[in-house]
């Protein structure tokens, strides 16, 4: 298959109008979740339009793109359709940080409810300022604490040395007297076992891509953050569609989100299970010491909110309002 | 089918340009701009500007600078004096004698250095002058150095391999480690030769009056003891999981300037020339690195790499037959380019193939380090023949004649990695993740 | 004409210094950190990603050096059987294109990098840096390999010109130390 504009010159079809063929690019691997569901949504796109849209999806980052510029990069057309992680492309729009606050939400469901309290705001930004249209957003399994030693409470957490793989984690482990180290991910198994560090702030996936088992022996789901990744199109690509084949991606995008919500949900499930099974004890956090956590971290989520847009800030209240906190 | 089209058009258009002496780093971004001007519709230029900042912005990139400025360091220090002192005692009573120092000096100094022409230049500007001088048969000097020079490359630490690791996202570290085996079955292989020719003639490696007892052997320790210290700081490192590569890279580089300092071969002018020339050849690669990085992604834009791979599936090849095809096509590459080269332009072609076609990334990067220490030997462009060239002043087509055994027990060596890859995989996948 | 070669040299020379001192700067980060992880079990945290823009300040900056010192990577063969003006005629065709190739990424560095200053973006590490100091180096170490194009074929012109045809030495090609 060809990819990009490549065969937008080609014919070949019998049908009345060529067919659009459009590339998305993911730089997760080809069995990686996200990657997963853009070929799902590919599928789905090419069967509802009859073979009108097709979408060859290119996983593993092999169009050259790491993560951080693919607001720019859909925005001027490079590639027509991109998956990103939501808090990656932050550092072109800072409200698309509000996702991974730490502690601002503190189950899967409310991660879901600030979802969908944000998205018209995400809608309206990433059309009027970044000339795309979001397709769809899907979760990742948020992340928790795993550690060699149990964690029940804030004190537990000083003198952690901790792997992070984002701001902020670092800040929080800053904030409750922990020492955040930035490694990459091929070094954390190592580091462990040499006792570089002895705790890593991640989710259930990677715990089992790393074996974390053979080098530690708790988890707390303490919901630290729950990243997102957003699926847009280019507006000007959407825009040369007929209105009919724009519902259907628009709808397809619906039915996509709708099913990876579920899925994460399960999968986090089943990954914690399996690492379970491999010995590793989850250790349920107390509303308590989730409270204490959400205390402990408020001056980061302020300190954000004075620099952020301020639909940050509606976003936020709104939240809080509907979860019952402050 | 029009793939093939496009594809030969960029190939012819690649060919063109370099043998009208365009530079490779340009070269590879002249074809990737046409390849999207004339076949797609998408605008090249920003894609370009993406490519650039992302094949530059990288922290594992610092290990090849720091690699090469180590290189640098130790290559004007007196490290072959001290290594032609301390390894003859050991290697004199061997049939063919001193030239296995050649080959023993090399491999040592592969193990400190990332890169075959520096090996060459550093082992031979001092073993060369004094196997001369005690009439040694110059086809077996000067055939053995530019063989074992190439174990620069796949002795770690090595520049192809960083520069691998990061194309291909293979780990780096576990590139290292794969490559101490065949390194050794390599300078045994060559080893090997030296002695099997001697004993059937003797005068290749003449006697002379050199007589060493256990004693002066015991006296070399210290001599050897820097390098040996050198090579376990990097390495060491690396195989614990105590550093990264680029983090054993800054050790190396302190370990170096040390060791210069203390055999008293450092000055500021020496340092200078060092940074200079550390700069100025990772800069040569680095744009030979992103031209290729741009380069791939056009034709990953092309589709080309995924026809390519369905179109070898359909021909039914069997793993050792696309070896052996892959092997005859780095040969002919390798008779015109460098290793670098060869590397970034058909990893994005050959890689999904040989992925594809069931065998290891990790391997296969121990194999294609292989073609390239080849391609070091080849003429007409073969590096190790050019420094050879440099210090005695031979013809590179003589030297690289003297080199065909070599060239031949590279052979021998890729098929028995092929057959038992088990020889690549074990150690690394030993050492801790 | 020969005032601007020299003064494009002399620049290109410069640039060699500064991607010297960046990798030198790039070392003693990457030592500092080492020595902080080791002794006080601690981090500086920008390590990693400084020590990558450093990476990419060292790549550009010494573009026009290496080009200066003839260290970029060519094949040789028509150098090797051609020989007088019709090596020269060689040079020329090559160094234009050069000269073209980097006025063109120059250029589009240049919007690059402009963009980020516009858009204001920032690293999502937690220095938040501004993308645009580092992505400086992109337009200018391409802009001054851009005037070494044009100082190497201003004088390889003035070599056809003064009929001084002399042996040129071969260039081997950096050997990759
Ligand atoms: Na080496
Ligand atoms: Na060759």
């Known amino acids: ?326 | ?433 | 004409m020969e005032k601007f070669t020299r003064l494009c040299d002399r620049l290109a020379q410069g640039c060699g210094y500064a991607a010297g001192f960046l990798m030198l700067l790039g070392l003693a980060l990457i030592l500092i950190e080492i020595v902080i992880r080791t002794l006080f079990s601690s981090t500086l945290y920008i390590t990693e990603e400084y020590t990558a823009y450093l990476m990419v300040g060292i790549t550009f900056l010494a573009l026009s050096y290496t080009l200066k010192e003839k260290g970029h990577i060519r094949m040789v063969f028509l150098h090797t059987i051609l020989k007088g003006k019709a090596r020269i005629a060689v040079d020329i065709y090559a160094f234009t294109v050069g000269l073209v190739l980097c006025a063109v990424i120059t250029a589009t560095t240049a919007l690059f990098f402009w963009d980020s200053v516009v858009s204001q973006s920032r690293s999502m590490q937690i220095s938040a840096t501004y993308l645009a100091i580092p992505q400086f180096f992109m337009p200018l170490g391409s802009f001054i390999l851009t005037l070494q194009f044009a100082a190497e074929l201003g004088r390889t012109i003035m070599l056809l010109r003064s009929d001084q045809l002399e042996e040129q030495k071969i260039e081997s090609g950096a050997l990759g130390r």
């Open chain 1, 1 to 326: 298959g060809c990819g990009g504009g490549a065969s937008e010159q080609q014919s070949g079809s019998e049908k009345a109008a060529d067919p659009v063929k459009w590339t998305a690019n993911s730089v997760w691997p080809p069995e990686n979740h996200q990657s997963i569901g853009l070929q799902e949504f590919a599928d789905q796109v090419k069967e509802a339009t009859e073979g009108q849209v097709e979408i060859t999806v290119s996983t593993g980052g092999a169009l050259g793109y790491k993560g951080p510029e693919l607001l720019k990069v859909v925005r001027d057309g490079l590639v027509p359709v991109s998956d990103m992680l939501t808090s990656g492309v932050a550092g072109d729009e800072p409200i698309f940080e509000i996702v991974t606050l730490p502690f601002l939400i503190q189950s899967f469901e409310e991660g879901k409810i600030l979802n969908d309290i944000a998205r018209p705001y995400f809608d309206q930004i990433a059309e009027e300022k970044w000339n795309q249209k979001i397709l769809y957003i899907a979760p990742w399994p948020a992340a928790g604490l795993w550690s060699k030693e149990e964690v029940t409470s804030v004190d537990g957490m000083k003198g952690l040395k901790t792997r992070t793989y984002d701001k902020n984690g670092g800040l929080v482990m800053e904030a409750v007297g922990g020492t955040p180290y930035p490694l990459p991910f091929s070094e954390v198994y190592s580091s462990l076992a040499t006792g570089v560090i002895d705790s890593v702030l991640t989710s259930t996936p990677t715990a089992v891509d790393a074996k974390f088992w053979e080098v530690l022996k708790y988890y707390s789901p303490m919901n630290v953050t729950m990243a997102t990744d957003l699926i847009t199109v280019n507006l000007d690509e959407f825009n040369k569609l007929d209105p009919e084949t724009q519902e259907i991606l628009i709808a397809t995008g619906k039915e996509i989100e709708a099913k990876m919500w579920e899925d994460v949900a399960k999968l986090d499930k089943d990954k914690e299970a399996l690492c379970n099974e491999n010995g590793i004890v989850t250790v349920p956090p107390s509303q308590e010491f989730l409270n204490d956590l959400s205390d402990i971290t408020k001056d980061i989520r302020d300190e954000w909110l004075q620099s952020a847009p301020p639909e940050a800030k509606e976003i936020v209240d709104a939240f809080q309002k509907e979860v019952g906190r402050e």
């Open chain 2, 1 to 433: 089918m029009d793939l093939f089209i496009i594809s030969f058009t960029l190939l012819g258009l690649l060919i063109l340009l370099l043998g009208s002496s365009i530079w490779v780093g340009i070269t590879l971004f002249l074809v990737g701009i046409t390849g999207f001007m004339m076949f797609t519709s998408t605008q090249p230029l920003t894609i370009l500007s993406n490519i650039l900042w992302n094949s530059t912005n990288s922290s594992t990139m610092m290990a090849l600078p720091l690699f090469i400025f180590m290189g640098e360091i130790l290559f004007r220090s007196k490290i072959s004096e001290n290594l032609f002192k301390g390894l003859s005692p050991w290697l004199n009573s061997l049939p063919g004698r001193l030239i296995h120092v050649n080959i023993a000096a090399s491999a040592l100094f592969a193990a400190v250095s990332g890169s075959s022409a520096a090996t060459t230049a550093t082992v031979g500007k001092i073993t060369l002058p004094e196997l001369q001088k005690r009439n040694y048969d110059s086809s077996l000097c000067l055939g053995s150095l530019a063989g074992a020079g190439t174990l620069g490359f796949l002795i770690p630490p090595s520049l192809v391999m960083l520069v691998y690791g990061i194309m291909s996202g293979v780990s780096i570290g576990k590139l290292f480690i794969a490559g101490i085996i065949p390194g050794a079955m390599l300078a045994t292989g060559f080893s090997l030769y030296v002695m099997i020719r001697s004993l059937f003639n003797p005068g290749l490696a003449p006697a002379g009056d050199l007589r060493y007892t256990w004693r002066d052997r015991l006296r070399t320790i210290p001599q050897l003891l820097p390098v040996i210290t050198l090579i376990l700081m990097v390495l060491g490192s690396i195989y614990t999981g105590w550093a990264t590569p680029t983090e054993a890279a800054a050790v190396g580089v302190l370990g170096a300037i040390f060791f210069a300092l203390i055999s008293r071969s450092m000055d500021g002018k020496v340092f200078m020339e060092a940074v200079l020339g550390s700069v100025k050849t990772s800069c040569m690669i680095m744009l030979i690195v992103a031209g290729a990085s741009f380069l791939s992604v056009a034709v990953g834009y092309l589709g080309i790499p995924a026809s390519l791979t369905q179109f070898i599936g359909t021909l039914g090849l069997s793993k050792y037959e696309l070896i052996i095809i892959l092997s005859v096509m780095y040969v002919i590459m390798g008779f015109m380019l460098d290793g670098f080269s060869m590397i970034v332009m058909s990893l994005p072609l050959a890689l999904p193939l040989i992925t594809a076609a069931g065998f290891d990334p990790l391997w296969f990067g121990i194999y294609l380090v292989i073609m390239i220490e080849v391609s070091q030997i080849t003429p007409p462009v073969g590096f190790n023949l050019f420094v050879i060239n440099g210090l005695v002043d031979e013809n590179i087509f003589k030297i690289a004649l003297y080199a065909l055994p070599s060239f031949i027990i590279m052979f021998i060596i890729v098929a028995l990695l092929t057959l038992y890859p088990q020889i690549v995989l074990t150690l690394p996948n030993m050492m801790l993740r």
